[in-house]
């Protein structure tokens, strides 16, 4: 017995386990009667706490449950048939491999060597196959650099994270106060933020006692005085995120979150969607900034709007996402002011050339360099979108969305139907009114030729009167209205052969029939030109355009929330700021430039170049050395009589400082085009310059009369090639076809320049004088020998803006 307490006192631990195994055993053996212990003392507590039986069955109506059970039955057929044996486990085998496929290339594009996560990236956005819940998945693993590679790849959008609460929307109200808040805390630091919150945004009522959020089955309540209030202050921050250290304070403060309600608010307003994309791209080009895209889900949000139909959303998004794309091998930043207009997504290679666009006053990216209205109407000067023609959204679609638009099926919602209808009908008989009152003329010209002979003889004969008795030239004329393809002996003439040109310029001025394509009917049109066309003409350059703000009388308020904005209207300080930024994005390494500037965008690129070259920074300097070849469209070298506005019409009172700059025989300007023509004696002896100026007037509404914007005299250089074009000013950079001289001409530089010889072209003799009037005179190359020339006057072919003549070679 001492021998047992002896041993349990040595090992007490194992006495303790007994115990309480011993204890265990009792209770599950005799587990009924020590619940009914239990029950005696917790029976009401258990009875208060406990929850309602929920029915084991649920109601469902008889023809889905018909429905389903005929589905299963039929499914278990299927599934007794031999082949179903056979191929469903292939089917679930293929399914696996599919899907591990792509949860293998993810996590070799999260953690493989550069090359590696490329080759992954680029077969990840080839997948579409898989399931939507399969792409939420893996879009939940997916980290924010894969998620950028993704999306500069072209894909599918489901890859991405949806928004944050996507369905509800903020109140504006709160928005506006945290707006406020943050922007509060920048006043020290920028003056501009003080004058913006004396003038605009002054302090906001306390919210309280209303809804913060709003669903999207909801009817937000948004008067103008919130909306214009909301606009105002998406334009201020555009402005103010063009400073780097406001721009990481306003990212650090949750700004992003932010903009993200303003999206949502302004969800069907192109518009100020623009300008808020265009604030995410000032705050892109911030350090770490790609996290805090991620997280607050813009990545998807920029994907999407990189294939809106709207041309500004395209553009700036695609800027947004090459600054976030550090692993791009050919990465590059895009600060304020400059755009890529291709390629706007990630290239195996690097371009052989960069083709630089800068516009002239009052223009735009998004606006100078569309194709020629083959419908033109008279320039306006009032309202924000002088320089177009249409004042609405449609201006900046692109491609096949504006052809839908302009064929009545624009309206998503169906609210406009009735009203294009409405407008068609009235049209049509404008049109039917139109034609009565031209046959009823007719007939009356024609019994007043019969009753007064003599009347008659003593007129001038009209060219439209002019029969065609030719058999040949009615077989012509039934063939192109029948567009048929001309053979290889016919040539036809650009549209818009030159008026003039000096004596060593030469060129191609028409195109052979069996290469003419008929683009009179053609519904394609294009508000890029250079965005849509030279990348199908020369797909492995990069083509940049140069965007800034301008005016023409110092009413306008571009400048309104910053004071030190007044000062970026000189030409010197906005040459500095855009050769800066140039630079930034590598603009001439290792590559030619070609610089094709509009009116006051040839001033600036001389300039910029002749700053550049005295630099000592080595980027900023590449843009001189590098460039090649340099095209001036109506360019007023000499200066503009716009600046003498003032003096016949009281309409500009207070021009602008861009427009006092370019008076006629300004002594800078003077100066500025001697020292560039030295330098291309010197520095830039090999440096190609075109120059095309203007041969018809500008119409202008607003004052009733036309206007020679930039003369012939102003717009010469006395180096290179110079061509009088019959279009005016604004149409100077808008070709109306592919297949026109102005379009050809340009492309022709960019080829020699990436050639870097001079290829070699069929040479035309260019006459001082090549179109008069009612009649034209080509002279062909001593290589051809024309056998047949078919001449008529213009109004024969009133159908085509072209001219044709057959050769036959010798």
Same mark, same amino acid.
């Given at each position: 017995m001492?021998?047992l ?9 194992t006495?303790?386990s007994?115990?309480i ?8 053996y005799?587990k009924h009667r020590?619940?009914r212990?239990l029950?005696?003392f917790?029976?009401e507590?258990v ?12 109601y469902?109506?008889y ?17 007794k048939?031999?082949?179903?044996i056979i191929?469903?486990?292939?089917? $679930?085998?293929w399914?696996?491999v ?16 550069h090359?590696?996560?490329l080759?992954a990236v680029?077969?990840l956005a080839?997948?579409d ?6 792409f939420?998945h ?13 999306a500069?790849?072209?894909?599918d959008?489901?890859?991405f994270?949806p928004v ?9 109200k709160f ?11 920048m ?7 003080q004058?913006?919150f004396?003038k605009y945004?002054p302090?906001q009522?306390?919210?309280e ?5 709003f669903t ?7 008067n ?5 209030l909301?606009?105002e202050v ?9 400073d780097?250290e406001?721009?990481?304070?306003f990212m ?6 932010h ?21 995410l ?13 991620f997280?607050?889900g ?14 500004r959303?395209?553009v700036?998004?695609a800027k947004?996402m090459a600054?976030?794309?550090?692993d ?16 706007r ?6 371009? $052989?050339a ?5 516009h002239?006053?009052?223009g735009?990216?998004?606006i100078?360099w569309?194709?020629k209205d ?8 009032y309202?924000?979108?002088a320089?177009?023609?249409s ?5 900046f679609?692109?491609?096949?969305q ?7 099926n ?5 609210k406009?139907?009735s009203?294009?209808t409405?407008?068609?009908e ?13 046959e ?8 007043e ?7 008659k003889?003593?007129k ?6 002019l029969?065609i ?12 209205q ?13 549209p818009?052969v030159?008026?003039?040109a000096?004596e060593d ?5 028409s195109?052979?029939?069996n $290469? ?5 009917n053609?519904?394609d049109y ?7 066309w030279?990348p ?9 355009g ?7 009388t110092?009413w ?5 929330y910053c ?8 030409i ?12 930034i994005s590598?603009?001439?390494h ?9 009116s ?10 002749i700053k ?9 300097q ?9 095209v001036?469209?109506g360019?007023p070298?000499r200066?503009?009589?716009?600046a ?6 009281q ?14 025989d ?10 560039f023509?030295?330098?291309l ?5 090999n ?6 100026a203007e041969?018809?007037?500008t119409?202008?509404t607003s004052?009733?009369?036309?206007l020679?914007?930039?003369t012939?005299?102003?717009?010469r ?6 061509y009088v ?6 149409s100077?950079?808008?070709p109306?076809f ?6 050809q ?6 080829e ?5 010889q001079k ?17 034209k ?8 020998s024309?056998?047949t ?8 072919f009133?159908f085509l ?10």
């Amino acid at each position: 017995m001492n021998n047992l307490s002896s041993t349990l006192r040595r090992y007490p631990k194992t006495v303790g386990s007994i115990g309480i195994l011993t204890t265990c055993g009792f209770i599950l053996y005799d587990k009924h009667r020590f619940r009914r212990l239990l029950s005696k003392f917790f029976d009401e507590n258990v009875a208060k706490t406990e929850k309602k039986p929920q029915p084991d069955y649920i109601y469902i109506k008889y023809h889905i449950y018909k429905e389903s059970m005929r589905k299963l039955k039929q499914q278990e057929e299927d599934e007794k048939k031999w082949i179903s044996i056979i191929i469903n486990p292939i089917g $679930k085998w293929w399914k696996a491999v599919k899907n591990s496929v792509a949860w293998r290339l993810l996590n070799i594009a999260q953690n493989g060597s550069h090359h590696e996560r490329l080759k992954a990236v680029r077969q990840l956005a080839r997948i579409d196959h898989l399931k939507d819940w399969d792409f939420r998945h893996l879009a939940q693993i997916c980290d924010a650099r894969t998620a950028v590679s993704l999306a500069r790849s072209g894909a599918d959008t489901r890859w991405f994270v949806p928004v944050r609460m996507k369905g509800c929307i903020k109140n504006p109200k709160f928005v506006l106060s945290e707006l406020h808040d943050i922007l509060s805390h920048m006043k020290k630091k920028k003056e501009c933020v003080q004058n913006f919150f004396t003038k605009y945004f002054p302090e906001q009522d306390p919210v309280e006692d209303i809804c913060e959020f709003f669903t999207q089955e909801q009817l937000i309540t948004l008067n103008v005085q919130e909306s214009d209030l909301l606009k105002e202050v998406t334009s201020f921050l555009h402005h103010v995120t063009k400073d780097q250290e406001l721009a990481q304070q306003f990212m650090l403060e949750g700004g992003l979150v932010h903009l993200m309600e303003l999206r949502k608010i302004f969800a069907e307003d192109n518009e100020a969607l623009s300008t808020l994309c265009k604030i995410l791209a000032n705050l892109s080009v911030l350090p770490d900034s790609v996290e805090h895209f991620f997280s607050s889900g813009w990545i998807g949000v920029l994907a999407e709007w990189q294939q809106c139909p709207d041309l500004r959303l395209q553009v700036i998004s695609a800027k947004t996402m090459a600054n976030l794309d550090h692993d791009d091998p050919n990465y590059t930043p895009y600060p304020a002011n400059v755009y890529p207009l291709h390629p706007r997504s990630r290239t195996l290679s690097k371009p $052989k050339a960069d083709i630089v666009f800068v516009h002239g006053l009052m223009g735009g990216v998004f606006i100078t360099w569309r194709q020629k209205d083959r419908k033109p109407n008279e320039l306006s000067l009032y309202g924000k979108n002088a320089f177009y023609t249409s004042e609405t959204d449609d201006v900046f679609l692109v491609g096949e969305q504006r052809r839908w638009k302009m064929n009545g099926n624009g309206d998503d919602n169906g609210k406009n139907n009735s009203a294009t209808t409405t407008n068609e009908e009235e049209a049509k008989a404008k049109e039917d009114e139109i034609k009565n009152m031209e046959e009823a003329a007719t007939e009356a010209a024609r019994k007043e030729a019969e009753n007064d002979k003599l009347l008659k003889a003593a007129k001038k004969p009209s060219a439209k009167t002019l029969e065609i008795s030719d058999v040949a030239t009615k077989e012509l004329v039934e063939t192109l209205q029948n567009e048929a393809e001309l053979e290889s002996d016919w040539e036809v003439v650009h549209p818009d052969v030159p008026l003039s040109a000096s004596e060593d310029s030469t060129g191609e001025f028409s195109v052979a029939g069996n $290469k003419w394509i008929n683009e009179d009917n053609d519904e394609d049109y294009t508000n890029c030109w250079p965005m849509e066309w030279l990348p199908e003409d020369h797909p492995n350059v990069r083509v940049i355009g140069i965007d800034y703000t301008s005016a023409l009388t110092e009413w306008s308020n571009f400048s309104k929330y910053c004071p030190c904005e007044k000062g970026q209207g000189y030409i010197d300080v906005r040459a500095t700021t855009l050769m800066e930024r140039l630079a930034i994005s590598d603009v001439g390494h290792n590559r030619p430039i070609v610089w094709i500037g509009h009116s006051m965008g040839g001033l600036l690129t001389k300039l910029i170049l002749i700053k550049a070259k005295d630099s000592k920074d080595p980027k900023v300097q590449q843009l001189a050395e590098s460039t090649r070849s340099i095209v001036f469209l109506g360019t007023p070298h000499r200066g503009s009589p716009i600046a003498k506005w003032r003096q016949h019409m009281q309409v500009i009172l207070s021009p602008s400082i861009e427009v006092k700059e370019m008076e006629e025989d300004a002594p800078k300007l003077l100066t500025l085009h001697q020292e560039f023509m030295k330098c291309l004696h010197t520095c830039f002896r090999n440096v190609d310059i075109l120059s095309i100026a203007e041969g018809a007037p500008t119409m202008l509404t607003s004052f009733k009369f036309p206007l020679h914007i930039v003369t012939e005299e102003s717009a010469r250089i006395d180096y290179g090639d110079f061509y009088v074009l019959k279009d005016d000013h604004l149409s100077l950079s808008k070709p109306i076809f592919r297949q026109s001289f102005l379009y050809q001409r340009l492309l022709r530089v960019i080829e020699e320049t990436i050639n870097e010889q001079k290829s070699p072209q069929s040479k035309y003799e260019v006459p001082t004088n090549l179109m008069k009037q009612q009649e034209k005179q080509i002279k062909v190359a001593p290589t051809s020998s024309i056998q047949t020339l078919i001449y008529q006057t213009k109004d024969i072919f009133a159908f085509l803006p072209q001219l044709l003549f057959k050769f036959s070679t010798s």
